[in-house]
Nanobody
Framework: QVQLVESGGGLVQAGGSLRLSCAAS????????MGWYRQAPGKQRNMVAE???????NYADSVKGRFTISRDNAKNMVYLQMNSLKPEDTAVYYC????????????????WGQGTQVTVSS
């Protein structure tokens, strides 16, 4: 099995910063895309940022210029540096990873972390 464990959420004032971390462990042969999604109360889960194995990145328009995603392939970790936070960034943030679990089987699966709460006060 594969586990994704997030850390780094919390309460911050508007304009502040937080850094989220996510560690993938377990039955991992290779990791493709890693990313962060968020879900506010009563809303659907949306992509915040993603990064592919080669380092390319993709951001939601609402966070461009404020958030930076990075990954450490050797440690199977992905990070999200969040600056200039706004109250509308308040949500549960979920780590996502597309992982190939076995060398013998060329199938990839999507895994999710349990989520970490980010609350930005005005």
């Amino acid at each position: 099995q594969v586990q994704l464990v997030e850390s780094g959420g919390g309460l911050v004032q508007a304009g502040g910063s937080l850094r989220l971390s996510c560690a993938a462990s377990g039955s991992i042969f290779s990791i493709n895309t890693m990313g962060w999604y968020r879900q506010a109360p009563g809303k659907q889960r949306n992509m915040v940022a993603e990064t592919a194995t080669g380092g390319s990145t993709n951001y939601a328009d609402s966070v461009k210029g404020r958030f930076t995603i990075s990954r450490d392939n050797a440690k199977n970790m992905v990070y999200l540096q969040m600056n200039s936070l706004k109250p509308e960034d308040t949500a549960v943030y979920y780590c996502m990873s597309i992982i190939r679990t076995e060398e013998a089987r060329p199938y990839e699966y999507i895994f999710w972390g349990q989520g970490t709460q980010v609350t930005v006060s005005s």
